[in-house]
T-cell receptor, first 114, second 114 residues
Framework: KQEVTQIPAALSVPEGENLVLNCSFT??????LQWFRQDPGKGLTSLLL?????REQTSGRLNASLDKSSGRSTLYIAASQPGDSATYLC?????????????FGTGTQLKVEL | DAMVIQNPRYQVTQFGKPVTLSCSQT?????MYWYQQKSSQAPKLLFH???????NEADTPDNFQSRRPNTSFCFLDIRSPGLGDAAMYLC?????????????FGPGTRLTVL
């Protein structure tokens, strides 16, 4: 059974700092990996999707990398801002006969302080 | 804009009173998913439809059922809600072999059980 772990569970940093969030998964036979942002009490906002043939994706100040062989992904946030405060979830895709399934990690709760 | 819509955004029901949550999509995706996310936990897949084919997760309680009357709509029925069913319910869609099978999420419905 696929298990997804995110470390750290919570992180507090001063504004302007660069930071790395980690995601690991137990079964390397994944299809895609996706990073989401979730604000308190809200739904999921997609940040980056890394497809099976890719090793990284970039969007603005965000960069996500994927190493399937080691079962790891990282989300790099450059020059953090208070507006980046949220919970960040990673999720791995597994192909099934009926489409695909997502298994989520429990998230890293990020707080960026002024 | 093509999107995934969930109604209502907030739902309050009484213990044991049946409730239905609604999801609709304008993306013309053939797969629709329902996830449950309890407070401070990872989203957990309940079931999904691949076209008209229903796929139930093994550990989804019998209390939860789903209907997909057409491509655009999918409903989550909770027959006799208990206090433990209070959660955020997230609907997602995807199209097989399109956009890397990426899942697109709605804003969620927060269910409160009194």
């Amino acid at each position: 059974k696929q298990e997804v772990t995110q470390i750290p569970a919570a992180l507090s940093v001063p504004e302007g700092e660069n930071l790395v969030l980690n995601c690991s998964f137990t079964d390397s036979a994944i299809y895609n990996l996706q990073w989401f942002r979730q604000d308190p009490g809200k739904g999921l906002t997609s940040l980056l999707l890394i497809q099976s043939s890719q090793r990284e994706q970039t969007s603005g100040r965000l960069n996500a990398s994927l190493d399937k062989s080691s079962g790891r992904s990282t989300l790099y946030i450059a020059a953090s801002q208070p507006g980046d405060s949220a919970t960040y979830l990673c999720a791995v895709y597994i192909l099934t006969g009926g489409g695909n399934k997502l298994t989520f990690g429990t998230g890293t709760q990020l707080k960026v302080e002024l | 804009d093509a999107m995934v819509i969930q109604n209502p955004r907030y739902q309050v029901t009484q213990f044991g009173k049946p409730v239905t949550l609604s999801c609709s999509q304008t993306l013309n995706h053939n797969v629709m998913y329902w996830y449950q996310q309890k407070s401070s936990q990872a989203p957990k897949l309940l079931f999904h439809y691949y076209d008209k084919d229903f796929n139930n997760e093994a550990d989804t309680p019998d209390n939860f059922q789903s209907r997909r009357p057409n491509t655009s709509f999918c409903f989550l029925d909770i027959r006799s809600p208990g206090l433990g069913d209070a959660a955020m319910y997230l609907c997602a869609t995807s199209r097989v072999r399109q956009s890397g099978n990426e899942q697109f999420f709605g804003p969620g419905t927060r269910l409160t059980v009194l």
